[in-house]
């Protein structure tokens, strides 16, 4: 038999049915710590379904497929890994100290720029 885990939770099941809102479910949830009856019990006193709904969602619950197992960590980085990311890395560099070029030469482009504007302003003030 498959672990309960793997199945989709009834309260869930529930609620994408349309069968009780989001703040049902909390309500009963809570109620269901209080008490440990099961969820489908509490839900039903609680008159927030009828058996017929239970038995539909049981129905889902046991007949749904079990979740795909986690997928397995991604293998440790070999030698020929490690000479890719010491490639991408000098790249990154290289663009790096590209783009600290280009800043370097429009602060230049605009302190010349700033020149002109005050000595433009100069003329103009002067008249």
Known sequence: MEPE??????????????????AQLEQALAEQ??????????????????????????????TAPPAPAPAPPPPAPTID???DVEAELAALRAHNEDLRSMVSHLQAELSDRDERLALLS???EQG
């Open 33 to 62: 710590s209080q008490s440990g009856k099961l969820l489908g019990e509490v839900l039903v006193e609680l008159e927030m379904i009828d058996r017929l709904n239970l038995a539909s969602a049981l129905g889902v619950q046991f």
């Open 5 to 22: 885990r793997s199945r989709p939770k009834l309260g869930h099941i529930f609620v994408e049915k349309g069968f009780i809102t989001t």
């Open 122 to 124: 100069y003329f103009v």
């Open 81 to 83: 890994r490690r000479a």
